[in-house]
């Protein structure tokens, strides 16, 4: 009997063994597909490299230490500020695709501090009131070089911020700029005239750091827009349901959730709706998470990538849902489009949103004087109309929801609006 159990423990022994030296040697050639931080193109301008934090680390730190990333925490993800305490921000919402970005890295091999970079910045060029502001801050500036929240991120990060000593921006890395400004794909056609400025400025300065809009961002940046993709789909889900906009039966029709609803249902007998819900979105995230590693890993197998310049050059997205989880996530946005970003409430914020930001924009571009001073200042110095338009969709788009509509306010509640017209208003100083 003992010499039985020696020899099945021999067993597990030797299978253990070698399947992790298996895994180690799987996971060293999904190692070569990732971006290498010791190979970065640099940044635009030089530094000295800190010594306990690699590149993607410093420009990870740099992102959560802006002003434009602490303002994400009172801007609009799908219901304004003030609809309620629970429901996501656009904060929460960056915190949620980076989580998952970083899961998904580690998954695969690939940069995890890259892949949660990309995340963390991917909505920091967002308007107050989420889309609803970003199409009429568009439209305020349709002819004037147009606006577009992933183009302003990259502004933010390159012009805006203003906190180092030798340089304007966060002087990120070439690799984070190139994730920010490609995660959703190639720019080929309508490209943003805040992009092709930047095209220009680098095409004269350094060469080196072209951003290549034509070709695919890296595998860290498709990551963060898959990741992007499964964390508003489910914590919409939640916001919805919370919001009593829909309910979970009615979820319960879209197939591959009813499916995941039934199986929780039939796994904790008896179980409270808030902890069904819960398990509901945790089972889906799952699922997509797994979906998008394992058609990565067939994608990649067969191919026969050497790295990850090849995945760049490939001309198409490695980093994706399979054609069938796509198709199912495809009719869960449909259900979330009818029954939530069109429902009535909803689109009456949009209303609201959309004045509010109409209103602004053509009030300053008519006065610049009742711009605060810092930005009158900046105002009086611009070399050309289009430059002071955007110099006003700077303003505009950086203000929170609720900053929005005190400025509104301010401007034009003939009664209510004179809090904050005073000279010893701290806002102007």
């Not at 595998?219 to 964390?231: C, K």
Request: aromatic share 10%; net charge positive; charged share 30%.
């Amino acid at each position: 009997m003992l010499v039985q159990i020696y020899i099945i423990s021999s067993y597990v022994y030797i299978y253990k063994l070698i399947y992790k030296k298996a895994n180690t040697l799987y996971m060293s050639k999904l190692q070569n597909y990732r971006t290498d931080f010791k190979k970065s193109k640099g940044r635009f301008y030089i530094e000295k490299e800190s010594s306990y934090r690699n590149p993607f680390m410093r420009d990870r730190d740099r992102l959560v230490h802006s002003a434009a990333f602490r303002r994400l925490e009172h801007k609009t993800q799908v219901f304004v500020q003030h609809e309620g305490d629970n429901f996501r921000s656009r904060l929460t919402h960056t915190i949620e695709v980076a989580q998952i970005a970083r899961t998904i890295a580690t998954r695969l091999g690939l940069d995890s501090d890259l892949a949660e970079t990309i995340a963390l910045a991917h909505d920091l060029g967002h308007t107050p009131f989420g889309h609803a502001g970003e199409e009429a801050l568009n439209y305020s500036m349709k002819r004037k070089g147009g606006f577009d929240h992933n183009a302003q991120t990259l502004r933010i990060v390159t012009i805006l911020e203003k906190k180092y000593a030798d340089f304007d921006g966060l002087n990120l890395t070439w690799e984070s700029l190139e994730g920010i400004v490609k995660h959703n794909g190639p720019l080929l056609n309508n490209i943003p005239t805040v992009i092709k400025d930047h095209q220009k400025l680098i095409l004269q300065k350094n060469k080196l750091l072209d951003l290549s809009l034509k070709k695919y961002a890296g595998p860290e940046a498709q990551v963060a827009a898959i990741a992007d993709d499964i964390a508003y789909c489910n914590h919409d889900i939640d916001d919805g349901l919370r919001a009593g906009l829909f309910t979970l039966n009615a979820l319960a029709e879209i197939e591959h959730v009813g499916k995941v609803i039934e199986y929780n249902r039939f796994k904790w007998k008896n179980i409270e709706k808030r902890r069904l819900i819960h398990e509901t979105i945790r089972s889906l995230i799952n699922l997509m998470i797994n979906d998008v590693v394992s058609e990565y890993e067939e994608i990649i197998n067969k191919e026969k990538f050497k790295n990850a310049e090849d995945i760049r050059l490939y001309g198409n997205t490695v980093v994706k849902f399979s054609r069938k989880m796509f198709i199912d996530n495809q009719k869960l946005r449909m259900f979330l489009f009818g029954r939530m970003y069109k429902h009535t409430i909803v689109n009456r914020m949009t209303l609201k949103a959309k004045k509010i930001i109409e209103d602004l924009f053509n009030a300053f571009s008519k006065d610049v004087n009742i711009l605060p001073s810092e930005w009158r200042d900046e105002a009086e110095n611009v070399k050309s109309d289009i430059d002071l338009y955007r110099l006003i969709s700077d303003y505009i788009a950086g203000m929170t929801d609720r900053y929005a509509v005190m400025e509104h306010k301010r401007l034009f509640d003939l009664h209510g609006g004179w809090t904050g017209t005073s000279l010893y208003d701290k806002r102007d100083r």
